[in-house]
């Protein structure tokens, strides 16, 4: 009971002090608040860099892309924050979610003995990406979207996947891919 008369009193000259808390020259302020235009700009960013994988691989092979998509992945996923809940559009199981580096690396480019069915989802040639939103949910430090996803091949026939993201911001501000589902669409038979 005296530990919290004690909290109690000391929050109070905290609070109506001479010196309001808030306007303290020293307080620092975190504000890891994410606008619609960021979270736009990332799923952008990312359609770009699927078709650059692709091109890369293309024109200089698979080392070439894997380095690229280790770029991309360092720079829009979160591992480096801890695992990531990504389940891809063409894996099955026992390897359908990929909640580390290694796993979202070889869904893209393959060449990874430990996930052997993996080919290259990044490697297939695409030349167009667009994600087209059916809705966009911000609650102030995380952002999460749900709509399709169109992407074009090098014969111009066009793959539409379900897409979920989920974004936060790490500790430097930066956007970060947190929770990715993608499926194919499902098309009703006539």
Not at 168 to 188: N, P, Q, Y
Request: aromatic share 6%; proline share 3%.
């Amino acid at each position: 009971m005296k530990i919290i008369s004690a909290l109690t009193a000391s929050l109070a000259v905290l609070t109506m002090g001479s010196i309001p808390l808030a306007a303290s020259a020293q307080a620092v302020v975190v504000n890891q608040a994410i606008t619609e235009a960021e979270v736009l700009s990332a799923q952008k960013a990312w359609c770009q860099a699927l078709v650059d994988i692709s091109s890369t691989h293309a024109r200089d092979g698979q080392p070439a892309a894997k380095a690229l998509a280790e770029k991309v992945i360092d720079a829009a996923y979160g591992y480096q924050m801890g695992a990531v809940l990504f389940k891809p559009t063409l894996t099955v199981n026992p390897q359908t979610f990929r909640t580390t580096r290694a796993g979202a690396l070889a869904y893209f480019v393959g060449g990874d003995t430990a996930f052997p069915k993996d080919s290259g989802f990044a490697l297939k040639g695409w030349t167009r990406c667009e994600p087209v939103n059916a809705a966009v949910f911000i609650a102030g430090d995380s952002a999460t979207t749900m709509g399709k996803v169109h992407i074009t091949g090098k014969d111009g026939k066009v793959t539409t996947v379900d897409k979920t993201w989920k974004f936060v911001k790490d500790d430097a501000g930066r956007l970060r891919i947190v929770v990715h589902h993608s499926s194919l669409e499902h098309v009703a038979a006539n």
